[in-house]
């Protein structure tokens, strides 16, 4: 919850799966993020299974946390850090890492 409020504190629009359709499938989150032209950001690696070996559209980009997750304020820190350090994120799988982001061109329908 710490990094949704301090995402939501640097004026980022955040919708919250976990709180606003708790159970939802990792498809039911890419149509929504799809329908919402929003970006998702997730710790969960179906997400590039999802997009690369069946296809399936996430146009806006995907932000894939690899990190070590001491506190609930590490990953609040390291989340706003790289979403406030690039705004090419749309059309990418992105993978943030502790040290690096490596991005790679999500392909098209």
């Known amino acids: 919850m710490e990094a949704v409020e301090s995402l939501r504190a640097q004026g980022h629009d955040v919708a919250w799966v976990r ?7 990792d498809l039911e989150v890419i149509e929504r993020a799809e329908n919402e032209n929003r970006l998702i950001l997730t710790f969960d690696k179906d997400f590039g299974e999802l997009i690369f070996r069946l296809g399936k559209a996430a146009s806006n980009g995907v932000i894939l946390f690899r990190i070590r997750t ?6 609040a820190k ?28 999500i392909p098209p329908d």
């Open 78 to 105: 390291t989340a706003v850090a790289a979403l406030d350090s690039r705004t090419d994120w749309e059309g990418h799988f992105s993978v943030v890492e502790d040290d690096r982001i490596r991005m790679t061109p």
């Open 70 to 75: 001491p506190s609930a304020e590490y990953i």
């Open 19 to 25: 709180i606003e359709a708790p159970g939802s499938s």
